[in-house]
């Protein structure tokens, strides 16, 4: 399997992950939180979304999905456009409710969309590009794609055990 390929697979996974875990949920179930501390599966699936809308982009050198295509406005949060969710607060997460799980899959999947066209062009060569040199070491394009997808499918894999409680 080449690089590309199997980068594709790996977002594929998420993907499918996250329509299985909002498969038939309604508003309220996906803003469930187990505790007031707790996130929704609204929050995950949006934070794990926006995360890879953020970093792919950064790394393909374009615009986010989010307000390229106008899903900030669709969702209407009450957050900057460049919110991600990372440093949010309980009250940040509650603020997250969706009518139905098709506003999250419908960003999800134009997000994955792009994702794919941006992987489907990439060598292993690429891989070695450094995108971060904030960090130390610098983090190189296929460090940055493999953070992605293990922050994503921790995420989704929240987002299942919190559906597994709504739904028991």
């Known amino acids: 399997m080449d690089t590309s390929a199997l980068l594709a697979d790996a977002f594929g996974r998420i993907r499918d992950a996250v329509h299985a875990v909002v498969d038939g949920l309604d508003s ?3 803003a469930t939180r187990l505790d007031e501390g707790a ?3 609204a929050w995950l699936v949006w934070h794990l979304t926006r995360i890879q809308d953020d970093h792919v ?3 393909a050198g374009t615009e986010q999905v989010w307000t390229a295509d106008g899903w900030a ?4 949060l009450p957050f900057p456009a460049r919110a991600t969710g990372y440093g949010h607060t309980a009250r940040d997460v509650a603020s997250v409710r969706v009518d139905s799980p098709d506003l999250l899959t ?6 994955h969309e792009r994702t794919l ?3 489907r062009g990439l060598g292993e060569a690429d891989l070695d590009r450094v995108v971060d040199t904030s960090w130390t070491p610098a983090v ?3 460090v940055r794609l493999i953070s992605v997808v293990s922050d994503d499918l921790q995420h989704v894999g929240q987002a299942a055990l ?3 409680v709504v739904r028991r």
């Open 140 to 142: 190189t394009l296929g």
């Open 39 to 41: 996130n929704s599966i």
């Open 162 to 164: 919190v559906r597994g």
């Open 73 to 76: 406005d669709r969702f209407g």
């Open 117 to 119: 066209a941006f992987v």
């Open 57 to 59: 982009a950064g790394v």
């Open 106 to 111: 419908g960003y999800l999947d134009a997000v």
């Open 28 to 30: 309220d179930e996906l």
